[in-house]
């Protein structure tokens, strides 16, 4: 009685977490991958970001320095400007299709980024590259914040195995001089 109750509550156990397991492991493969692809929106967007306010400041209409930022570089925000454009190709609007950009990537600045564009779209402001020059240098001041702070990460986790290094060296070298020293 006593082994075929542990069997039940055994099978129960594995009847309960496998189908967990099963559950879960596709979910925290989606949750990594978008994570991933999140960082690598929020790493590269200050480079697209600069390439398209100079592109403006240099006087290319929106649409040509749009295509431009596209097709200089080859990671994911890139290819979200491509699509972008490729929107655009297909009849959509510019903040319709902007829109849609805004929606696949959660990044703040992109955000301001898309709204200046749209308010110059529609209202034709004049300041457009200012603006993006304000929204850049933000940016990148946040991008060396950020840089900072995983360095500080880095240092922090280094600090104990520096430690057990310094040790492990002060053993090897005060051993065989202490046991050199014969009174």
Not at 25 to 43: A, H, W
Not at 156 to 181: D, E, H, Q, R, Y
Request: glycine share 4%; with cysteine.
């Amino acid at each position: 009685l006593h082994l075929e109750l542990i069997q039940i509550v055994l099978i129960s156990l594995v009847g309960v977490v496998i189908p967990l397991l099963i559950g879960y492991l596709p979910y925290d493969q989606m949750s990594s991958k978008g994570k991933n692809r999140q960082e690598e929106i929020d790493q590269d967007f200050p480079n697209a970001l600069s390439k398209m306010a100079l592109l403006v400041t240099a006087g290319m209409t929106l649409q040509n320095a749009l295509e431009e930022t596209a097709n200089s570089g080859s990671s994911r925000i890139y290819f979200e400007f491509r699509n972008v454009i490729k929107d655009l190709n297909q009849g959509s609007t510019l903040n319709t299709a902007l829109t849609r950009m805004q929606y696949r990537c959660d990044n703040r600045y992109l955000d301001r980024m898309v709204s200046v564009l749209n308010l110059s779209s529609s209202a034709g402001t004049a300041n457009l590259a200012e603006n993006l020059r304000d929204i850049n240098a933000e940016c990148w001041l946040d991008k060396k914040h950020n840089s900072r702070r995983m360095a500080e990460v880095v240092q922090n986790k280094l600090f104990i195995p520096t430690v057990l290094m310094f040790v492990g060296l002060l053993v090897v070298i005060v051993v065989p001089a202490m046991s050199g020293f014969q009174l």
